[in-house]
């Protein structure tokens, strides 16, 4: 039985930088779509980046030239870099899996968490200003 697991979470201050980490422990994808999303109290779940085995990588608007997504394929283990943090990226962060490269909708790479079928517990990110 697979796992995904986070881990890096914590407090910052408003322009600083913070490493997220994301296992997928036990899983044996010949290729795969691997995510981080986030949530807040109340809104719905945000899809910020994701990566493919292929190397493939999107983001979200808001993170774009601030998040870099990275991935250590030896070791299923992806990284999310978020640097000049905001008091906005505040939010539980997941981190998700699944088999196959990642769905691509009218040319664009997915974002959306119903294409993930294995998620991570979350960690948790709290930006102050």
């Known amino acids: 039985q697979g796992q995904v697991r986070e881990s890096g979470g914590g407090s910052v201050q408003s322009g600083e930088s913070l490493t997220l980490s994301c296992e997928a422990a036990g899983y044996t994808f010949s290729t795969y779509c691997m995510g981080w999303f986030r949530q807040t109290p109340g809104k719905e779940r945000e899809g910020v980046a994701t990566?493919?085995?292929?190397?493939?990588?999107r983001y979200t608007d808001s993170v774009k030239g601030r998040f870099t997504i990275s991935q250590d394929s030896a070791k299923n283990v992806v990284y999310l870099q978020m640097s000049s943090l905001k008091p906005e990226d505040t939010a539980m962060y997941y981190c998700a899996a699944d088999s196959g490269i990642c769905t691509s909708y009218n040319g664009r790479q997915t974002l959306d968490s119903a294409d993930f079928a294995y998620w991570g517990q979350g960690t948790q990110v709290t930006v102050s200003s």
């Open positions: 990566i493919d085995s292929i190397g493939r990588t």
